[in-house]
């Protein structure tokens, strides 16, 4: 893990960034200042006839829900994502109440597509490993619209340390569980825009159904909502993904013992000697690794690791060629 934060730093270094918050999923506030003693409010609401009923989504580790939403990678750039950030309160049953955050565990997956049609696979992450770096008080509780000034659900916000993960261009969905140390949830809260009643497209897993499901603010109307999320980490612009991937092919793809992966001659004849070639798992661990590199093809033995997507990266001494990922079967 180590190493691929040092991988990660160099980038930044190189093209002179800092991390920041690179995408942010949806508000949840629609009181501001209106809460317990003048703390923000993310409240129930009616609009047009419409009363949304939904205080959180079950995502709890202890239960087996998951909660869902999606982002987008814009073309010509590479998201290099250090941390992810997720909202999650546990109703507190009497007084007296904290804002001290319960909040003990989150794991995470990005997915290359919709989880659950079928197709989409986890490029990122897994449903075990436990990534909380902070959680603390978002200075937000959750309430009704009658009682603004409730303090039973107080909104944690919890970082959770990804390891420098590495999006290329494209539509990908987060897919998170949440643990704490009360008995109620972990509960997600859902976007809360003042007058909307729709706020998004996320979805829910079911253990029971194994399935998952659209979240909707209420039963009736299936108003659908968004589940707030930050992405924390450094946007590289200008980067064309297409001439990016061509100076490294991988075969055969899906790979069940030995991958080859062949450098572009031109790539190699302007680096030669100084390449290297790293081989990441879904959650960052560098599995395999090839330094000074002299030939076309590079032949690394794929046998023993386990079934699932891997990631290269092909770099120099001072700039990262070219990222892609693969499958071992």
Known sequence: ?????????????????????????????????????????????TVGGVTLS???????????????????????TTWNIDSLVF??????????????SSITEVNVRI??????????????????????????????????????????????????ETGGWSLSPGTYWVDWQTGGSLTSGPWAP???????????????YSPTTTDWVNIVGDATNNNGQGMPFLVVGTVISGVNETAAASKVNVFPNPVTDVATFR??????????????????????NIVKEVKNIHNNDIKINMTGL??????????????????GKFVVN
């Open 1 to 45: 893990m180590k190493k691929l934060l040092l991988s990660v730093f160099s980038i930044i270094s190189a093209f002179g960034m800092n991390a920041q918050t690179i995408y942010d999923n949806g508000p949840l506030v629609n009181n501001p200042g209106m809460g317990f003693n003048g703390a923000d409010a993310s409240s129930l609401q």
């Open 54 to 76: 939904t205080y959180g989504v079950g995502h709890a580790v202890s239960s087996g829900f998951r909660v869902a939403d999606n982002f987008t990678v814009p073309a010509n």
């Open 87 to 100: 909202f999650a309160y546990q109703t507190q049953p009497s007084a007296p109440f904290t804002n001290v």
């Open 111 to 160: 997915w290359d597509g919709i989880p659950g049609n079928g197709i989409s696979t986890v490029v990122f992450g897994d449903s075990t490993t436990n990534l909380v770096a902070v959680s603390n008080w978002s200075g937000i509780y959750r309430t009704s619209s009658t009682d603004l000034t409730n303090e039973q659900r107080a909104i944690m916000r919890t970082t959770c």
């Open 190 to 204: 859902p976007v809360t825009i003042a007058g909307q009643t729709t706020t998004g497209d996320a979805r829910q």
């Open 263 to 284: 450098i572009d001659r031109n790539t190699l004849a302007q680096y030669n000697g100084t390449l290297s070639l790293k081989v990441y798992d879904a959650i960052g």
């Open 306 to 323: 386990r079934t699932g997507f891997y990631m290269y990266e092909l770099k120099s001494e001072t700039r990262n060629l070219s990222r």
